[in-house]
């Protein structure tokens, strides 16, 4: 399984809710992509870049508190706004 973070390259791609970083596990980029934008709800990400995680990735910091699927049992499953993620 290969791990990607999506996240908006362009100002126009960005969510309304603030969303802008998804970390997502998949085969391939592409059911990565799709595991995250199931998660997050429309719109998609179709339009995010993706980044690989593996060695020699740069590092990265990321405002606000993470936020995971309803019922997981590593990431807090709140948004600011007190909602459930899709998923």
């Not at 791990?3 to 998804?22: E, K, L, Q, S, T």
């Not at 990265?60 to 995971?68: D, H, I, N, T």
């Amino acid at each position: 399984m290969a791990v990607f973070i999506f996240h908006p390259a362009n100002h126009a791609d960005r969510r309304a809710d603030g969303i802008g970083f998804v970390l997502a596990e998949g085969a391939d980029e592409e059911a990565a992509r799709a595991s995250a934008a199931a998660m997050i709800g429309a719109p998609g990400i179709g339009a995010w870049s993706a980044v690989p995680v593996g060695a020699g990735i740069d590092p990265v910091a990321v405002q606000g508190l993470p936020v995971g699927k309803s019922g997981n049992a590593t990431w807090p499953d709140r948004t600011r706004a007190n909602r459930a993620l899709s998923a």
